[in-house]
């Protein structure tokens, strides 16, 4: 399978891994600092702590997920195509 057959299912598995990786951190952020909601870059009355904390975290969901949800599809692609898309 070449790059251009396998960009749109790409996007679509990016697009997925976004709402996955969004979702799995708005409940570890709930577990992790006991509140609702993370705080966002200009909210007057977080710490800079606080902030970078649900950045950091918030970064390093995002990135996991995006990895295991594109080394994923592309192992699917292989099993169907028996191809590794490029």
């Given amino acids: 399978m070449n790059r251009a057959a396998y960009k ?4 679509l598995l990016g697009i997925g891994a976004g709402v996955l990786a969004g979702a799995l951190f ?12 993370a705080p966002n870059a200009t909210d007057e009355d ?6 970078l904390a649900a950045a950091a975290l918030q970064g390093a969901i ?5 990895a295991a949800v594109d080394r994923g599809g592309a192992v699917g692609v292989r099993r169907l195509t028996g191809h590794w898309p490029s």
């Fill in 8 to 11: 749109p299912v790409g996007m």
């Fill in 62 to 66: 995002f990135a996991v997920v995006r």
């Fill in 46 to 51: 977080r710490r800079w702590g606080e902030i």
């Fill in 26 to 37: 708005r409940q570890v952020w709930k577990l992790t600092a006991g509140d609702g909601d």
